[in-house]
């Protein structure tokens, strides 16, 4: 007979499972189950991933590498564009101070347009004598001419004394002794030196800023006007002269008054018209489609939306004055489709130049340069000596 039913073994129930502590060690599989990681997972959940191995980040490191790379190269162009080719002009503040009439030429946007390049550059390389003339300038002034110039700036102050102003990557205080070495060595006649200027013939006064710029005059006193900087570095402006542009120019009041005084004469129309107009100031932009704009201001008691209308009738007078004459620049065109109109307070004259007219007018500009180049050089030196 069995024992009595309280001596057999209790089973545990099911609260009892769930609240048992797992074992120390992995329990031993019952006979006949399948192996424990080869259970199906509970649903909702995924089988636990592997460990991945970590990599090289390949793709961060090449970006990193070509950031410092491309950080390397701005660096550099920005040095070489601050040290050799960065240039903050100068010329113009060299301007007198009672010029009427300024012009400035922008020597990097000329050299890039094609009959500048077509007709002038080769004149710098056709000639053996002017090749070895430059070569001893540069030796000399240490100016590589005309790489080193970024402006030139011309003007005047009763249209009779002129001066020339080139500003650039020049060397100060050397070019006035070296072009007097220059002049030395080859034998110039007419040339002296006078204090700070190189006087060269009875109408060239050479002398250099302290800046570096180069100051041409047609008499001592416009260069002496010119060689120091004005005090105030903002002063040219009074000319309202554009600071964008190939070819930019300014005319005061003054430049119109001696124009209307000039022409009255012949042209009573356009003597009446100029003294119509303060001051004015324009620029020629250059490309495949040169363009020239220019601005008027009405004198005093004057409107802009009067002055217009007889602006452009004065436009369509001249168009037929030019015809009669050889269109050699392209003029003729330039006024067939010139428009002036009152923008504000101004009047704005604008119109497209045509580009063959350019070319025509470099080409014969450059055949001039050619022949006098060729004439000089027969005769000795640039001013009739014996090199």
């Given at each position: ?45 995924g ?16 970006l ?12 550099a ?7 050799f ?98 002049a030395r ?10 204090g ?7 109408r ?24 120091p ?31 209307a005084?000039?022409?009255?004469g ?96 470099c ?25």
């Amino acid at each position: 007979m069995p024992d009595t039913l309280i001596e057999e073994p209790i089973r545990p129930t099911v609260t009892d499972d769930l609240a048992a502590p797992a074992p120390e060690g992995d329990p031993a599989p019952a006979p006949g189950a399948a192996p424990a990681d080869a259970l199906p997972a509970p649903p909702g959940e995924g089988a636990p991933a592997a460990p991945q191995r970590p990599g090289r980040p390949r793709g961060a490191a090449c970006l990193v590498v070509a950031i410092a790379l491309a950080a390397l190269l701005a660096g550099a162009a920005l040095g070489v564009y601050l040290l050799f080719w960065r240039y903050v002009p100068t010329a113009r503040q060299h301007i007198p101070g009672d010029a009427n009439i300024v012009v400035r030429l922008e020597t990097a946007d000329l050299a890039l347009f094609g009959p500048v390049r077509r007709h002038f550059l080769p004149l710098l390389d056709d000639a053996p004598q002017t090749a070895s003339r430059k070569a001893r300038i540069e030796a000399a002034t240490g100016l590589d001419f005309p790489s080193d110039l970024r402006e030139i700036v011309v003007a005047s102050t009763d249209a009779a004394s002129w001066v020339a102003l080139a500003g650039g990557r020049i060397p100060k205080g050397r070019f006035v002794a070296g072009m007097e070495k220059v002049a030395r060595d080859e034998g110039w006649t007419g040339v002296r030196r006078e204090g700070e200027l190189l006087l060269v013939g009875p109408r060239a006064v050479l002398g250099q800023a302290d800046d570096g710029t180069l100051v041409l005059g047609t008499d001592v006193e416009i260069v002496k006007a010119a060689l120091p900087a004005s005090p105030d570095a903002d002063e040219w402006r009074r000319l309202d002269l554009p600071e964008q542009g190939a070819v930019t120019f300014a005319l005061t009041s003054a430049a119109w008054s001696g124009a209307a005084a000039a022409v009255s004469g012949v042209l009573p129309r356009a003597g009446a018209l100029f003294r119509r107009v303060d001051h004015a100031s324009g620029a020629l932009t250059l490309g495949a489609e040169p363009e020239l704009s220019m601005r008027l201001a009405p004198a005093a008691g004057e409107a802009a939306a009067a002055l217009a209308p007889d602006t452009q009738a004065f436009l369509g007078s001249l168009k037929l004055g030019l015809a009669l004459l050889p269109d050699v620049a392209g003029a003729g065109a330039a006024l067939e489709g010139a428009q002036a109109l009152a923008q504000g307070e101004l009047v704005e004259i604008r119109t497209k130049w045509p580009h063959e007219g350019l070319d025509r007018a470099c080409a014969e500009i450059a055949h001039r340069a050619r022949a006098a180049r060729d004439a000089l050089d027969a005769g000795g030196s640039a001013l009739g000596g014996a090199p």
